[in-house]
């Protein structure tokens, strides 16, 4: 039995983005300064070209996509929709399953989706030079290869223990001709400080987060590019969540439930916003955002203004979160080690309009083997969390013996996360749900948000 693949033209990569801000129910809050006012759009240019400015306040629900932008996205997109015959055969269930594989990108994952966006905005206001973060690599591949298309210079920090877990996310970016050091470096006084109170300090992504803002604001001729998190670019993710629907269109099917990665959130922002004017509208389709039990951000944070960084250099946010002092452990699923949430996703969340489940480390590769035994796509441990939480749900399926519709996005394939699998067959992996103590205590001081 193969898989079915539902394919879709160049003419049908959007030619707009979807701003989920205009069909939200509660609005969303503008970010406030350490003196609790809002900050306003110019406290930005600093690290931010006018366009993405725009972008991350904009309430209006279509944005158009530059023609160079979608020139470029068309080197891989649209990308392929597949009905994962093989994996339902293996589980035994009633269920669809469908995937939407957005590995089919040069850097292997969905984030240069937004990558080209941004470096694109940058080149157009005259900006020479990007710094940035990266947790798992899957950004600062992407931003490189944008980089490099736009004429741009990239610099990126990337956090510390994926820098040595993941040496070959590392050359990718090299080969795309960006500079990359680990996080904390000793370049910015974010990661010295962080060095003088731990020099064996694991990094996270927040305070990459620090070290790539520091750099940008030093600099006249750098920006900022944010892999995650802020509004504009869970915006520039929306892509496949539009190209999804047109493609379900063409099965003849339509999703009961979306599972998606979610660390900062534009993983799952990307795929499950374009469905929340449907079910706005009064469709019935689950939105589920799944994340590590072991950086529980969704599932056991705190509704709360914080810095999106560790050394309080952006502005707060209303969004879920475990402080932004949090440091995680070093689990292999990089891209989803954030200590915070995408204000959008967070408000979502808040209301009601989106679910969240948080699960364990061994069940994500667990889940990862098996879907790559039986469609042959190897996933990002990133993108096992979704596919652990759908096959949990294809099984509760087999027992109830309901036909639901299971859509999962694959955000990226696991080529250079073998180390990872590797590790994960010795049995030298283990499952870490983070204690609840020190939940607590990285919450301390915190404003709750309303």
Partial sequence: ????????????????????????????????????????????????????????????????????????????????????????????????????????????????????????????????????????????????????????EVDVYMVAISYEQKPFRRSMMETWGASVVPSPSNRTQAGRDALAADPDNPGSLGLAISEAVEDAASRADTSYALGSVLNHVVLHQTVIGQEAKQQFELAGDYPDAIFAPCGGGSNFGGAAFPFVADKAAGRDVRLVAVEPDSCPTLTRGQYAWDYGDSAGLTPMMAMYTLGHDFMPPGIHAGGLRYHGDSPLVSRLHRDGIIEAAAVPQLGTFEAGVTFARSEGIIPAPESCHAIRAAIDEAEACTQSGEEKTLFINLSGHGHFDMTSYDRYFRGELEDYAYPEAEIHRALEGLDRAE
């Fill in 1 to 152: 039995m193969q898989r079915t693949k539902y394919l879709l033209d160049e003419d049908a990569i959007p030619t707009h983005w979807y701003n989920v801000a205009a069909d939200m129910p509660t609005p969303m809050e503008a970010p406030r300064g350490p003196d609790g006012n809002p900050v306003s759009p110019d406290a930005l240019a600093a690290i931010f070209p006018e366009a993405i400015i725009e972008q991350e306040m904009a309430t209006e629900r279509w944005i158009p996509i530059p023609e160079p932008v979608r020139q470029g996205l068309a080197l891989w997109r649209p990308s392929p929709l597949y009905r994962a015959h093989r994996l339902e055969a293996a589980l035994g269930t009633p269920a669809k399953i469908y995937y939407k594989y957005e590995g089919v990108s040069p850097a292997g994952s969905h984030k240069p989706n937004s990558a080209l966006a941004q470096a694109y905005y940058n080149q157009q206001a005259g900006i020479q030079r990007l710094a940035t973060e990266t947790g798992a690599g899957q950004w600062g591949s992407s931003l490189a290869l944008a980089g490099e298309m736009f004429g741009l």
